[in-house]
């Protein structure tokens, strides 16, 4: 019985990585460059810091990426973009005006206005 959760568990575990590693999302992501990561946890390891190190190793992974780098864990992920130029391509777009999930959480609060609106209409 043990035997037949963990292979279950491995089973599931493995699934999940696949569907992280091959779907669309996953294979854009992994045209970008960015720190080592390890399946399902990806690369928020390098992260894990003092909070009186944490801009320093922000710092070291700009100065190492730049001008654009890649962040995930699980299924979430992040792209820092550092180039001026490819920062006001993207603010002076009206195509990319959708939020991440982390406003969709805010929304009770400040409601709908300059800040979120273009949030989960």
């Not at 035997?3 to 279950?8: M, N, S, V, Y």
């Not at 710092?59 to 490819?86: H, M, Q, R, S, T």
Request: glycine fraction near 8%; hydrophobic fraction near 45%; aromatic fraction near 16%.
């Amino acid at each position: 019985m043990m035997l037949a959760i963990l292979l279950g568990s491995i089973l599931i575990i493995f699934l999940f990585h696949c569907y992280l590693k091959y779907s669309r999302v996953g294979r854009l992501l992994r045209l970008i460059p960015g720190p080592k990561d390890y399946p399902i946890i990806g690369n928020v390891h390098h992260y894990n810091v003092d909070n009186d190190r944490i801009l320093e190793k922000i710092g070291e992974l700009n100065n190492k990426f730049y001008p654009i780098y890649k962040f995930w864990f699980l299924v979430y992920y992040g792209v820092a973009l550092l180039d001026p130029d490819d920062i006001q391509v993207l603010l002076t777009s009206n195509k990319y005006i959708e939020k991440g999930i982390f406003y969709k959480h805010i929304r009770h609060w400040l409601s709908t206005g300059l800040l979120l609106s273009g949030v989960f209409n």
